[in-house]
Antibody, heavy 121, light 106 residues
Framework: EVQLVESGGGLVQPGGSLRLSCAAS????????MHWVRQVPGKGLVWVSR????????NYADSVKGRFTISRDNAKNTLYLQMNSLRAEDTAMYYC??????????????WGQGTMVTVSS | EIVLTQSPATLSLSPGERATLSCRAS??????LAWYQQKPGQAPRLLIY???NRATGIPARFSGSGSGTDFSLTISSLEPEDFAVYYC????????FGQGTKLEIK
């Protein structure tokens, strides 16, 4: 079964750090670009970051640039999101996503169940 | 920055009725648009990619159409499990999503 399972969320104080992990199974992890998307409860979806298949290229939303770092370990089939200098506005459910986009279409076809991050004192 | 605007914000219909959801882009997207369904407490699920292609396992009652700046998702005959929030997404400008349309039971 193709699956993504996130972990690492929790309660952290403003200015603190957290590392999210996403364990992939059921597919060739090293073949796909991967993303993180977040969602404040009751609100819409916001793209956060992406990484290419071998980890050599990364991109970030302006709101997290310089504070978050996406990485992957293809030997361990795991995606990471290192989150530093956390702010209250980073509070959200964070989803790990497999990207199966083609040259002329976008397709985020596998989503994890999400891990909740709460930034509060 | 490409902005996706979905309408209506809420759509109230009954099972068996036809639903049409709209997504308008501030700039032309060619055929990059995708649609997702999200039920309460669940992660989103890919429904449509490339504006009109159903994802694996998606029932035929779901269809997508459109090009350029105007796109739509149609559910031909609503089933009880179709009541959810629907999002469109583009890749032209860092994967932005629309704000969502809530499809609720009338």
């Amino acid at each position: 079964e193709v699956q993504l399972v996130e972990s690492g969320g929790g309660l952290v104080q403003p200015g603190g750090s957290l590392r999210l992990s996403c364990a992939a199974s059921g597919f060739i992890f090293s073949s796909n670009w991967m993303h993180w998307v977040r969602q404040v409860p009751g609100k819409g979806l916001v793209w956060v970051s992406r990484i290419n298949s071998d980890g050599s290229s990364t991109n970030y939303a302006d709101s997290v640039k310089g504070r978050f770092t996406i990485s992957r370990d293809n030997a361990k089939n795991t995606l990471y999101l290192q989150m530093n200098s956390l702010r209250a506005e980073d509070t959200a459910m964070y989803y790990c996503i497999r990207d199966s986009s083609g040259s002329n279409y976008v397709a985020f076809d596998i989503w994890g169940q999400g891990t909740m991050v709460t930034v509060s004192s | 920055e490409i902005v996706l605007t979905q309408s209506p914000a809420t759509l109230s219909l009954s099972p068996g009725e036809r639903a049409t959801l709209s997504c308008r882009a501030s700039q032309s997207l060619t055929s990059y648009l995708a649609w997702y369904q999200q039920k309460p407490g669940q992660a989103p699920r890919l429904l449509i990619y490339g504006a009109s292609n159903r994802a694996t396992g998606i029932p035929a009652r779901f269809s997508g159409s459109g090009s350029g700046t105007d796109f739509s998702l149609t559910i031909s005959s609503l089933e009880p499990e179709d009541f959810a929030v629907y999002y469109c997404q583009q890749r032209g400008d860092w994967y932005a999503f629309g704000q969502g349309t809530k499809l609720e039971i009338k």
